[in-house]
């Protein structure tokens, strides 16, 4: 079947935009994380969903970073004011289970640059 | 606080050459612990996974990675690389922590 799949796949933006990242999860997925890789960096956990469960939001940088989750399924980044060090590939990841145990699998991201 | 740290930034072999690439982390809880790999222009994705049990896993691709409790190590292996394996390798706890990457290049 179909993988994770993110939407767009390039985003330039202008600092102090808002900017929206969307993550289809596969179907029947009921975990979705989002991160984030800085050039360089590893991946920096942003937010985690599991199930109809309260999302884990300890990752997330600042307030102007929020997520949701409509239905299960779809999932959005929302980014508020970008700032340059906003630049980064965001990832998004799903897997079957909401446990820890269970295989992830990854889209191809999304590269936001903020000018 | 939790951390991983590859030590290796970008590592160079030739073909049937072995590798084994560091990993420690520091975390005081119950760790779960993964190598994943990204080959040039595709996804993240899992080599392997450790929760419990025999700390020798068996990952895709010939790798395999060793827990060592001790040693807050689970360094990943494979006794003759070859040139596709050349990726990005990154090393996880708890799906929250990522170590910064290793980058290995196979020459052929």
């Known amino acids: 079947g179909a993988g994770v799949s993110q939407s767009p796949s390039n985003k330039v933006t202008e600092k102090g935009k808002d900017v929206e990242l969307r993550c289809d999860p596969i179907s029947g997925h009921t975990a979705l994380y989002w991160y984030r890789q800085s050039l360089g960096q590893g991946l920096e956990f942003l937010i985690y969903?599991?199930?109809?469960?309260?999302?884990?939001k300890s990752g997330l940088p600042s307030d102007r970073f929020s997520a949701e989750r409509t239905g299960g399924s779809v999932s959005t980044l929302t980014i508020q004011r970008t700032q340059q060090e906003d630049s980064a590939v965001y990832l998004c990841?799903?897997?079957?289970?909401?446990?820890?145990?269970?295989?992830?699998?990854f889209g191809p991201g999304t590269r936001l640059t903020v000018l | 606080a939790q951390s991983v740290s590859q030590h290796n930034h970008h590592v160079i072999l030739s073909e049937a050459a072995s590798l084994e690439l560091g990993c420690n982390y520091s975390?005081?809880?119950?760790?779960?612990l993964f190598w994943y790999v990204q080959y040039p222009g595709q996804h993240l994705q899992l080599l392997l996974k450790?929760?419990?049990?025999?700390?020798l896993v068996k990952g895709i691709k010939g790798f395999e990675a060793e827990f060592i409790k001790s040693k807050f190590s689970f360094n990943l292996r494979k006794p003759s690389v070859q040139w596709s394996d050349t990726a990005e390798y990154f090393c996880?706890?708890?799906?929250?922590?990522f170590g910064a990457g290793t980058r290995l290049t196979v020459k052929p």
């Open positions: 996880a706890v708890n799906k929250k922590r």
């Open positions: 969903f599991q199930g109809n469960s309260a999302p884990d």
């Open positions: 990841a799903s897997s079957v289970l909401a446990v820890d145990r269970d295989t992830q699998y």
């Open positions: 450790y929760f419990s049990g025999d700390p």
């Open positions: 975390y005081g809880g119950t760790v779960n």
